[in-house]
Structures are given as C-alpha cells and as structure tokens.
C-alpha cells in the first residue's frame, strides 16, 4: 500500500508562504487550491512550487486568464 502523504520535504512551509512576495508587484501570493503554484493576483501571473520550493523567477511563471484570477481574488475583477 502507498503512502498518499507527500514526503515532508516536498511541503511547503505555510509560515514561509506568508513572507514570500511576488518579485515584479511585491504584492501577497496565493497557494493554488491544488498546492502547485503561488498566484501573483495583481501581477496575474502563477508561480510553479518544485518539490517543495517556490520558483519565484519570472522565467518560470505563467500568466493567468481573468476568470482563474477572480477564483483567487475572491471574485472581485
């Protein structure tokens, strides 16, 4: 039988995600509702969590369509 708890160096630490900023807005991130990403709501941007570590690179965000960004904002435009 398998474990379904992820291995506790791929969690991230809530505390830690309070002190992190968006690096173009400086404005508060977001934890996706699947745990996989940081959303930047001002920036409209999504930053990837990598085996525990949020990748805070413009490089490596995506952008994020306005209807995923009202789920994040809640449900202000």
């Known amino acids: 039988m398998t474990d379904?708890?992820?291995e506790p160096h791929h969690v991230v630490d809530k505390r830690a995600?309070?002190?992190l900023v968006c690096p173009l807005?400086?404005?508060r991130l977001t934890l996706s509702a699947d745990r996989s990403e940081l959303i930047s709501v001002a920036?409209?941007?999504a930053f990837?969590?990598?085996?525990?570590?949020p990748l805070l690179s413009l490089e490596e965000?995506?952008?994020v369509?306005?209807?995923e960004i009202r789920k994040h904002s809640g449900g202000a435009p």
């Open 48 to 53: 990837p969590i990598v085996k525990g570590v």
């Open 61 to 63: 965000a995506r952008n």
């Open 25 to 27: 807005t400086k404005t």
């Open 17 to 19: 995600l309070e002190m």
């Open 4 to 6: 379904p708890r992820p």
């Open 65 to 67: 369509d306005p209807d």
């Open 43 to 45: 920036a409209r941007l």
